[in-house]
């Protein structure tokens, strides 16, 4: 089982293409967005009510193969206080036991996975795969190099705080987010 984390602040077509990319790998793919990312400088701009549903949103955008494969877990957003993998790794592991679980990282959560509670812990529940783009520095774990697609959700909120509406969000995003005026849209 395939586990992308992440802020989602909001999912785009990159977190897609990955999905994509890595579908054929596993068996489930689980998206977790994050509750509250200790680690991120400043909070999300959504709620994590509204990046756990921009996520579900984002999966009707997929095919309806990949649609049977992923799936979108509350276990991090249903969470108060900080949200830590090590303990998302815990609970998915009482639940499902016999599974084998592989986090998917960018490289960007790769370079600072030495500051997550209890890493070395995190690394004997889960094998870590990287996406890697090129260019980027190795990680000390496994890597895929997929074509990776030059997207950030920065640039998508600067795009909508400027009165742009970016085209690296799927069609279900970018209504859910209009619909709610989030990022600034109009």
């Given at each position: 089982?395939?586990?992308?984390?992440?802020?989602?602040?909001?999912?785009?077509?990159?977190?897609?293409?990955?999905?994509?990319?890595?579908?054929?790998?596993?068996?489930?793919?689980?998206?977790?967005?994050?509750?509250?990312?200790?680690?991120?400088?400043?909070?999300?701009?959504?709620?994590?009510?509204?990046?756990?549903?921009?996520?579900?949103?984002?999966?009707?955008?997929?095919?309806?193969?990949?649609?049977?494969?992923?799936?979108?877990?509350?276990?991090?957003?249903?969470?108060?206080?900080?949200?830590?993998?090590?303990?998302?790794?815990?609970?998915?592991?009482?639940?499902?036991p016999?599974?084998?679980?592989?986090?998917?990282?960018?490289?960007?959560?790769?370079?600072?996975?030495?500051?997550?509670?209890?890493?070395?812990?995190?690394?004997?529940?889960?094998?870590v795969?990287v996406?890697?783009?090129?260019?980027?520095?190795?990680?000390?774990?496994?890597?895929?190099?997929?074509?990776?697609?030059?997207?950030?959700?920065?640039?998508?909120?600067?795009?909508?705080?400027?009165?742009?509406?970016?085209?690296?969000?799927?069609?279900?995003?970018?209504?859910?987010?209009k619909?709610?005026?989030?990022?600034?849209?109009?």
């Amino acid at each position: 089982v395939g586990i992308l984390g992440g802020t989602f602040d909001p999912p785009h077509l990159g977190h897609l293409h990955v999905i994509e990319a890595l579908a054929n790998k596993f068996d489930q793919i689980m998206v977790i967005p994050t509750g509250d990312p200790y680690l991120r400088p400043a909070n999300p701009i959504a709620s994590p009510g509204e990046r756990l549903e921009m996520c579900s949103k984002a999966l009707e955008d997929l095919s309806d193969e990949l649609q049977g494969k992923v799936v979108v877990l509350d276990i991090e957003t249903s969470r108060k206080g900080a949200t830590y993998t090590f303990d998302t790794l815990q609970s998915l592991r009482a639940f499902f036991p016999k599974d084998d679980f592989t986090l998917i990282l960018g490289s960007d959560a790769a370079a600072t996975f030495h500051k997550w509670k209890r890493s070395e812990d995190v690394k004997k529940q889960a094998d870590v795969l990287v996406v890697r783009r090129p260019g980027d520095i190795k990680s000390e774990f496994k890597e895929i190099e997929i074509s990776a697609l030059d997207v950030s959700a920065t640039q998508i909120r600067e795009d909508f705080a400027k009165g742009k509406t970016p085209d690296t969000i799927s069609p279900s995003v970018l209504n859910y987010i209009k619909d709610r005026g989030l990022y600034g849209s109009r």
